[in-house]
């Protein structure tokens, strides 16, 4: 297991690609109720110059989530694990969106949740996520919920595991998917790429970096991972990132701490 001091030397011929929740910011008990800070702007502003613009958000989220989250940064981002892309030039690609089948199961969802305090349904538009963090009681019953949903739901249909969620998305999309169509377009192209996550939802986009000789990153200390780096946690993450944008950074080497 490596830790901070044993991450990979920076490259400023990198491509960066960051999951968000747990990775960039702590996880929530509720999606709503994350924040994000000046200094973690700044650093993504930062990394977006040294890397002439090679940094995309990859997440679970959607990206108009990300970019009220982010405002008034507005990145390339792969939003629902890859259902939804923005490229660097600001074209939007969109996979599906929320259809029939989708609104005929979400009541089903929706009973659950409202007959059991702590579990929060999520409706991200193309995708479905059921949240049981604040009832984890309720895991095993929830995922047997959510199996029988996505069969009625078709084969088009898949279930994605993360930490405390369920997620009914469209199937054959991940963050591995999202990370190869970024390759394949400026800025991103013949770059190194480099993906940083925390969840089994970043799996993809960990074995996705490797088969492209690029480097993988694990933010958080368990879990069997295919990433090749571990940091402990997020605070870590950050901390490598702001010394090493520091280094790469012309001018006077000044911290680029701010105000939380």
Known sequence: MAYTSELPRWDDRWALFLDVDGTLLNIATHPDDVRTTPRLKLLLRRAQAILDGSVALVSGRSIVNLDRLFSPLTLPAAGLHGVERRSADGTVHYSASMDDRLHSVKHRLMEF???HPGVLLEDKGAALALHYRNAPHLEDRSAELMAEVAQAAGREFHVQQGKMVLELKPAGHDKGTAVR???EEPPFTGRTPV???DDVTDE???AAVNELGGLSIRVGANGVTSARWRVENVEEFLAWLEA???ESAPG???SLNVES
């Open 113 to 115: 949740a409202e007959r």
């Open 181 to 183: 169509r970024f390759m």
């Open 195 to 197: 993906f940083i996550g």
């Open 204 to 206: 993809d986009g960990f």
């Open 244 to 246: 090493n944008l520091l």
């Open 252 to 254: 006077p080497k000044e």
